[in-house]
């Protein structure tokens, strides 16, 4: 981010007035390849292939933000393939990723595993090798890498051994779950701090964990709230981000979202804002919540329009917002739907 962008960053996080809604979106391998129109692999192992596609989306939409920003990751799999998850690359689609066990019955087979070293397991070591020669090319730009980013703790435990068998085993094997959370937990540390420590300018983290919806409030505070903590908790960055966009429990993680120090939050496009503005407090930034597929992928630029007029009349404030996808850019998502979704937010600007 440019340092202008990264201010405004900063000052959502801290829920100011910053004389409008900004906007922005989470943008990762599953819409940027597409968009661009380069294969997958090449925009994984192609790092000016990467830096041309970045380019690219901010020359086209120079009044978005990007989340988190000139990000180094091969789909889901950097944090998964550290533990010896197989995984399938493809030129058109993100990676797949393989399990470890099939049963939650055979959880003990992995609950001992050791906490990788993001220095030398899976594709970690070779993201920061990548972090490491593009830095010096973006900051002569003038744009820095602000945010490390990772999968959560429940997210990276649910490609070892599949989301229904992680939601077996928190009815019938919690200990072994337990052990395995808090090895993931410490990988999400260290791999937070070994992309902070290579680059030279972070000031902010984003945490994505969509596992949290598959829980009810008792199992959320015993299988996820204190993990999340602990991580949030590790980091005295300004900006700390969360996304979890699965609405399976509804609002339920909404009143704590707060309380683990997140000061950004992306949900699904299935919360209604003013809820969860009331739930969230007045100290947390929404980062929303345009529907990502049904609207901003799917629809008219003219339905996209009124979506966008529709959620920022609903929230009210122009304080803690960050106008959104709720959740991130879908594959797909047409350039000219983006396009009235800006021009909607610069009507409702110029109209305050």
């Known amino acids: 981010m440019t340092d202008r962008e990264w201010t405004l960053v900063k000052q959502c996080a801290a829920c100011q007035d910053t004389g409008g809604v900004p906007a922005g979106f989470i943008v990762d391998s599953p819409w940027i390849p597409g968009y661009c129109g380069v294969s997958t692999i090449d925009f994984y192992t192609d790092a000016e292939l990467w830096r041309s596609c970045y380019g690219k989306i ?25 533990f010896g998850c197989k995984l399938s690359f493809y030129h058109n689609q993100p990676v797949s990723i393989g399990h470890l066990i099939d049963s939650a019955d055979d959880i003990d087979l992995i609950a001992s595993l050791p906490v990788p070293d993001p220095h030398k397991d899976g594709l970690m070591p070779l993201a920061l090798n990548y972090y490491r020669r593009v830095k010096g090319p973006l900051h002569d730009e003038g744009e820095k890498i602000r945010m490390v980013a990772s999968r959560g703790p429940l997210n990276i435990v649910s490609f070892l051994m599949s989301i229904p068998e992680f939601c077996v085993a928190v009815k019938t094997e919690p200990d072994s779950l337990h052990r395995l959370l808090k ?25 994505l964990d969509d596992l949290c919806g598959f829980l009810s409030e008792e199992e959320y505070l015993e299988f996820a709230q204190p993990y999340l903590k602990e991580i949030f908790d590790w980091f005295s960055f300004p900006v700390k981000m969360f996304h979890n966009d699965n609405f399976g429990n509804q609002y339920i993680t909404f009143p704590y979202i707060s309380k683990l120090g997140v000061n950004i939050f992306n949900f699904s496009h299935l919360a209604d804002i003013a809820e969860a503005r009331r739930l969230l407090g007045e100290n947390v930034c929404i980062l929303g919540n345009v529907p990502g597929l049904q609207v901003l992928t799917q629809a008219s630029p003219d339905e996209v329009r009124k979506a966008a007029l529709a959620c920022l009349k609903s929230h009210g404030s122009a304080r803690g917002l960050i106008l959104s996808a709720g959740g991130g850019a879908s594959p797909g998502m047409p350039g000219e739907n983006i396009r009235a979704f800006t021009a909607a937010l610069e009507e409702y600007n110029a109209s305050r």
């Open 183 to 207: 090895t993931a937990t410490a990988l999400v540390i260290r791999w937070l701090e070994a992309q902070a420590e290579t680059l030279d300018c972070v000031e902010g983290m984003l945490v």
């Open 58 to 82: 901010k020359a086209d939409f120079p009044s978005l933000l990007f989340f988190p920003d000139h990000w180094v990751e091969f789909g889901m799999g950097s944090e998964p393939s550290s």
